[in-house]
């Protein structure tokens, strides 16, 4: 069974920088779409970032040019990088995976993510706390 365990997040100042960790576990073929939500309190889920098997890359529109993933992920080992942190984005930050399939990898090619229900596996996510 596919575990998801995110760490990295914390507390950090307005301008502040943060990499986030997500590792995975439990499986043999790691042929997987992954991606980062995040969810505020009293918000719905929103995409953050994705990647699909090709290395295709997809950004919310609302962390674009701040939130990357950077290219030294691995089959067990996906980070997000954080920087030019806002109060805004104060939440908690969620891994989830899905198999590998055209659709998830068409969101990707079209500059989007999947919605929060198409993913299969999450894991339990890690506060992301910005002050000013």
């Known amino acids: 069974q596919v575990q998801l365990v995110e760490s990295g997040g914390g507390p950090v100042q307005a301008g502040g920088s943060l990499r986030l960790s997500c590792t995975a576990s439990?499986?043999?073929?790691?042929?997987?779409?992954m991606a980062w939500f995040r969810q505020a309190p009293g918000k719905e889920r929103e995409g953050v970032a994705a990647l699909d098997i090709n290395g295709n890359l997809s950004y919310g529109d609302s962390v674009k040019s701040r939130f990357t993933i950077p290219k030294d992920y691995d089959k067990n080992t996906l980070y997000l990088q954080m920087i030019s942190l806002k109060p805004g984005d104060t939440a908690m930050c969620y891994c989830?995976?899905?198999?590998?399939?055209?659709?998830?990898?068409?969101?990707?090619?079209?500059?989007?993510?999947?919605?929060?229900?198409?993913?299969?596996?999450w894991g339990l996510g890690t506060q992301v706390t910005v002050s000013s």
């Open positions: 989830a995976a899905d198999l590998d399939h055209p659709v998830c990898r068409a969101y990707i090619r079209m500059s989007a993510i999947q919605p929060p229900g198409s993913w299969i596996v």
């Open positions: 439990g499986y043999t073929n790691p042929n997987f779409c």
